[in-house]
C-alpha cells in the first residue's frame, strides 16, 4: 500500500516562505516522478510542479521563479520550497505519485 505523508504547511506572512515535504513508504521511489498540485478554496485542483525520477523540475507559470521542487531518493522524500509567497499561493498541497495522492497540508498567506 502506497502511503504519502506531507508536512511542513501553516501560515506564514506575504512575501515569507515555507518548506514542503512528503515521503513516499509503500513503493520503489526513485524510479517515478513526483509532483505538487494544490486547491484553493471554491477551485479546482491545479498543477504545482513536477520532478522527473532523474530529477528534472517542471513548474507552472504562476510559480515559477519562486518555488524549487527536489527530491533526496535516500529518504523516499520529495520537496517544495516556496519563497515569496503571495495570499493567491493560500491552498490545501498534495502530493503525488503514480496515481496516489498524500493527504494535504494546508498553506496560508496572509498578513
Known amino acids: 500500500q502506497v502511503q504519502l505523508v506531507e508536512n511542513g504547511g501553516g501560515l506564514v506572512q506575504p512575501g515569507g516562505s515555507l518548506r514542503l515535504s512528503c515521503t513516499a513508504s509503500?513503493?520503489?521511489?526513485?524510479?517515478?516522478?513526483m509532483g505538487w498540485y494544490r486547491q484553493a478554496p471554491g477551485k479546482q485542483r491545479e498543477y504545482v510542479a513536477t520532478i522527473t525520477s532523474g530529477g528534472t523540475p517542471n513548474y507552472a507559470d504562476s510559480v515559477k521563479g519562486r518555488f524549487t521542487i527536489s527530491r533526496d531518493n535516500a529518504k523516499n522524500t520529495v520537496y517544495l520550497q516556496m519563497n515569496s509567497l503571495k495570499p493567491e499561493d493560500t491552498a490545501v498541497y498534495y502530493c503525488?505519485?503514480?496515481?496516489?495522492w498524500g493527504q494535504g497540508t494546508q498553506v496560508t498567506v496572509s498578513s
Open positions: 509503500g513503493t520503489i521511489f526513485n524510479i517515478y516522478a
Open positions: 503525488t505519485l503514480r496515481t496516489f
